[in-house]
């Protein structure tokens, strides 16, 4: 292991990534304990230009932007060897960890995190920078519940000059968007499906499109619509499968427009889980109805006779007894895919 990183003394390994490694290490001068991340300048031509292209992306992208949810980057070094970034260190654990450990957080727990996602995309956003990688393994829960944004490496800054190779998609096939998948250009909403994908898997334990391969992973995305958290989480109340099934909706018009929109559902969600009350003012009343028939027209719906709309469009504020709150809400067996059981509720 190395000593030293320009002026930074790197006390420890942290892990390994396909552009180098991440160290520990402590900034003397200001005595701050920092995240080293580099990129391994010993490759191809080829391998090297593209990592320092995305490296350099991201540090652009981080330089930007300066919010409580997202890492914030320190500085910026190259030696012979790597080209280097000193972040934020964060004592906590990824998100893709609490996951895999096999118990679930809490519902609240879980759209509290997400919330905190949003807003931060939300400010990436508004910077016109889109994320495009949002995934379990780049959020990380710090102490108190806080949840920040890592790695902007694939983001799409305004005139960017990164380029591709044709046919490379770059992202994590498990929470790619539909339109990112089949590679159509993207835009905001894109982080919109991948944040609803990363809320159904914290909510269940389960990705919502799997598969023996990248190829059965992707066609899954594209093609089929899982069930709802609900029917793999008994706690999870039906307004979280409404929101889940906007975020995921294969149609990007048929989405959520601005990940605000869901941070908005997110809290008010919380907001009932914590007083109790029934659903008032939700954005996703009704999951996205199916596009026009055609070879991959495999989407779920919700039974709008199912959702207690007044002629405004919006949930009847009426107060309901619990018993008629959740068949107000429950969901037709429409919305399950495919090879959902007979007995998905309704």
Known sequence: MIGTLGRYKIVGEIGQGAMGTVYKAVDPIIDRT???KTINLNLTKQELEEYQQRFQQEIKAAGRLNHPNIVTIYDVGKTDQVAYMAMEFLEGAELKDIINSGKLLGVHEVVDIAAQVAD?????????????????????????GIAKITDFGIARLPNSAVKTMTGLILGSPRYMSPE???????????????????????????????????????????????????????????MLDLIVAKAMAKVVDDRYQSIK????????????????????????????????????DLLASLDSETTPLKADGKLDRAPMSEEESAKALALAKSFDSFDATPGSPR
Request: aromatic fraction near 6%; hydrophobic fraction near 40%.
């Open 120 to 144: 931060g995309l939300w400010f990436a956003h508004q910077q016109e920078i889109v994320h495009r990688d949002v995934k379990p393994s780049n959020i990380m829960v710090l102490k108190g």
């Open 261 to 296: 929109e869901f941070a908005d559902d997110l809290r008010e969600v919380r907001r009932q889980l914590d007083a109790a009350r029934p659903s008032i003012a939700l954005k996703a009343t009704t999951a996205p109805p199916p596009p026009p028939p055609g070879p991959r």
């Open 34 to 36: 920092v995240a080293i």
């Open 180 to 238: 990112q998948v089949i590679g159509k250009s993207l835009d905001k909403r894109t982080d919109i499906f991948s944040l609803g994908v990363v809320l159904y898997e914290a909510l269940t334990g389960e990705a919502p499109f799997d598969g023996d391969n990248v190829n059965a992973i992707m066609y899954a995305t594209v093609n089929s619509s899982p069930p709802p958290p609900s029917s793999r989480n008994r706690l999870v109340p039906a």
